[in-house]
């Protein structure tokens, strides 16, 4: 900005800024937003019909003989699983009942692992996080089994919980918790390190205890890398509870052992339906975060305002 | 909190342009408001920032400090303040009653203008009934009040320089440092704060250190300009500068100004390497 809007001083200062433009902030940010309207969901929804085609393609062209059931067409998807309330077991006993009933049951199931799981990791990455932030040793101590446990592959693992934990509500979380917390704990501690030195010398200068540059200064600047961060792991919670319950062959049933039952059964259309429900969930989850992100740093972040 | 307090009252008092001495009762055990007395620093990777640098001032005094880059002006402020540790000589001032005026505004971003004006006075654990009004009045002396509500990304550069010096008036410290605050404003701008300074030193009768690399603004704003050579950091050269306030916008073309201007460009020329 180029202009400056000084006020009490010159009237005609104040003119020449507001005809060029700059003289109010507010206005110019909103502006753009007003026409981005319809717009916005042109690039999504183009994306999803040739999605939604490829499928088309897929089945009627690439899949040929035994293998065509195996990509159903996404009519039958959605009518088997999001259309048909229930479906009881085949007459041939190889299907698995299904229909949307099911799936609302296993998305009722997973939502509570993937809820708690990163409600624990949130919680828990917060507080190492901050801790890494207070003491060098700390960060140095914990850094690299973090990087480990974001590295290494959780479905190794998953049997490995199962067994030691046991294969219920416990163990689904636990899995949640290992696939969501590195995020977390990466963003958080990312803000809450890169304020800028001339904020902190303006809090040694008066006299700032350690707990209060953490509270009105570190954790104010670290929001917006914070809620980056919450929108990733809250995506991964989800896959996290999918994929626990994939390979949990008892108690309720989730999204992830709906999938696998519908696999084996070959109902492959509430199988699909299963997946759609899952991708369903994590796109909820991410938009509600950013949505949160938003209402709570948008009034002042550059970025996410504009 | 005490002689916070009993500043409060001062300030009610009909201003003079004279240094108030005696009633300030730290400055009573002080003889300067700021002195440094053949202050030397040098940082542990052996640079050798000031040599034997003396200079006092009293409340009523602006001074500044111009010289070339990198030859230790900040330097001096941050030793002034406490955030260096002078390697030689003495500092002598009361770090309870410093004003830091940063290069940058370092407002913070989530902070509406009002609430960023109140941190300093926060962080002193002032209370909610002892800060409002002084608050208000910070923010009408920089002409802010109307803009309170908004948030620094709604603000102008200078906007935000007269928020951050609104932030540093509030605890009514008798010493103000100013690290270059203008520097990045364009000149329209700059003088225009350069004006609403001197009203707010006139006012306030504080004791101004002040760093610039602009001669005119080091002219127009001070009392005396000291010139300091290239590292390690000394004063070349001391000129008082004669303008009776309050100044005027017209000093900047006057022939006294532009023949001191000329004389401390001089000085500069010879203190760069």
Not at chain 1, 4 to 29: E, K, R
Not at chain 1, 152 to 179: D, E, H, Q, Y
Not at chain 1, 243 to 266: A, H, K, M, W
Not at chain 2, 55 to 66: A, D, H, K, L, Q
């Amino acid at each position: 900005m180029s202009t400056d809007t000084d006020t009490g001083v010159s009237d005609a200062a104040q003119q020449v800024a507001a005809i060029q433009g700059n003289g109010l902030p507010i206005a110019a940010a909103v502006k753009p937003k007003r026409f981005a309207g319809p717009s916005r969901f042109v690039g999504p929804v183009s994306v999803f019909a040739l999605f939604i085609g490829f499928w088309y393609f897929t089945h009627h062209v690439l899949m040929s003989g035994p293998k065509k059931p195996l990509v159903p067409v996404p009519h039958d998807v959605v009518k088997d699983s999001f259309l048909t309330w229930n479906i009881e077991r085949g007459a041939d006993g190889s299907r698995t009942g299904g229909g949307l009933v099911k799936l609302l049951e296993g998305l009722f199931e997973s939502v509570q692992v993937a809820a708690l799981g990163l409600a624990i990791a949130i919680v828990l990455g917060f507080v190492l996080a901050t801790l890494m932030s207070q003491a060098k040793w700390v960060q140095n101590a914990l850094w690299p089994f973090l990087i480990a446990l974001q590295a290494m592959p959780i479905l190794a693992f998953v049997p490995l919980i199962g067994t030691v934990i046991g294969f219920n509500f416990k163990a689904r979380v636990m899995v949640c918790i290992i696939i969501a917390i590195f995020p977390i704990v990466a963003n958080t501690l990312f803000g809450l390190l890169s304020v800028d030195r001339g904020y902190h010398e303006l809090m040694t200068l008066n006299g700032a205890s350690r707990l209060t540059r953490l509270i009105k200064l570190q954790f104010p600047a670290a929001m917006p890398s914070i809620f980056t961060g919450l929108q990733i792991s809250a995506g991964l919670s989800v896959v996290g509870a999918v994929v626990g319950d994939f390979f949990f062959r008892q108690g309720e049933p989730g999204l992830g052992r709906l999938i696998n039952l519908y696999q084996n059964s070959t109902a492959y259309e509430q199988m699909y339906g299963a997946v759609v429900m899952s991708a369903l969930l994590g796109i909820a989850v991410f938009m509600m975060f950013g949505w949160i992100g938003n209402r709570v740093v948008g009034s002042w972040h550059e970025k996410r305002s504009s | 909190m005490v002689v916070v307090l009993q500043r409060e009252s001062a300030k009610i008092r009909p201003l003079t342009s004279e240094p108030i001495r005696g009633e300030d009762p730290l400055s009573a055990t002080r003889e300067h408001a700021l002195e440094f007395k053949n202050l030397s620093m040098v940082f542990p990777d052996g640079t050798h920032a000031l040599d034997d640098v003396s200079i006092s001032i009293e409340r009523g005094e602006f001074v500044t400090v111009v010289g070339p880059s990198g030859c230790g002006k900040s330097t001096l402020l941050r030793i002034a303040s406490g955030l260096e540790t002078h390697t030689g000589g003495e500092c002598n001032v009361d770090r309870d009653s410093i004003g830091y005026v940063f290069q940058d505004a370092t407002l913070f971003p989530w902070r509406t203008v009002r609430k960023n004006v109140e941190l300093i006075a926060e962080l002193h654990g002032l209370d909610s009934a002892t800060m409002a009004p002084r608050v208000d009045e910070s923010l009408e002396l920089v002409g802010l009040k109307e803009h309170e509500v908004k948030y620094p990304r709604q603000l102008s550069g200078g906007m935000k320089m007269r928020a951050s010096l609104a932030r540093s008036l509030v605890l009514q410290p008798d010493v103000f440092l100013f690290d270059e605050p203008f520097g990045a404003l364009d000149e329209i701008s700059r003088e225009r704060l350069n004006d609403e300074l001197l009203a707010l030193f006139k006012a306030k009768n504080f004791a101004g250190l002040f760093i610039t690399h602009s001669i005119a603004e080091a002219v127009f704003l001070s009392t005396r300009v000291l010139v300091m050579s290239a590292r390690p950091g000394r004063i070349v050269a001391d000129y008082d500068v004669p303008f009776e306030f309050p100044r005027t916008h017209d000093i900047r073309y006057d022939p006294a100004f532009a023949e001191l201007s000329g004389k401390i460009s001089n000085d500069l020329r010879g203190a760069h390497p």
